[in-house]
């Protein structure tokens, strides 16, 4: 899955259902360049999750709005629910293992399960 470029015009729409990770990320910031590679795996191993990134710089509302006091930060939601923060550079393992139970919580998949059940 590709990485979404967020905004305040789609953030809510994008985190909205599902599980969701956002990496809130400046230009200029070296450690967000170092995480930046491991946001890109994570969404390649993850297509069913919305991957998304928001520029502090251009989207301070919406840095504001989740108090990203420091950067690289990043929030894993549920449903449009922050449910994990991470601040500063973390290994993949630690956002992988972080992703399993947010999309464990949240259910089967109803068109899966719809299907099974006309079969």
Same mark, same amino acid.
């Given at each position: 899955?590709?990485? +979404? @470029? #967020?905004? +305040? ?6 985190? &909205? ?8 990320? &400046? ?7 170092? #995480?930046? !590679?491991?946001i890109?795996? #994570?969404?390649?191993? @993850?297509?069913?999750i $919305?991957?998304? +990134? ?7 509302? #919406? ?15 549920? =449903? ?19 992703? &399993? !139970?947010a999309? &464990?919580?949240?259910? !089967? =998949? !109803?068109? $899966? ?7």
């Amino acid at each position: 899955m590709d990485i +979404k @470029h #967020l905004t +305040k015009a789609d953030f809510n729409d994008a985190i &909205a259902s599902g599980t969701s990770l956002v990496d809130f990320w &400046a230009g200029w910031c070296m450690p967000c360049k170092m #995480l930046a !590679p491991v946001i890109e795996e #994570l969404a390649g191993e @993850h297509a069913d999750i $919305t991957v998304g +990134k928001v520029d502090v710089d251009a989207e301070g509302e #919406l840095a504001m709005q989740f108090g990203v006091m420091s950067i690289p930060t990043v929030v894993l939601f549920q =449903d449009g629910k922050e449910v994990r923060r991470f601040v500063g550079v973390q290994p993949k393992n630690v956002y992988a293992d972080a992703i &399993a !139970p947010a999309q &464990a919580d949240a259910g !089967p =998949d !109803p068109e $899966t399960v719809n299907r099974a059940e006309a079969e």
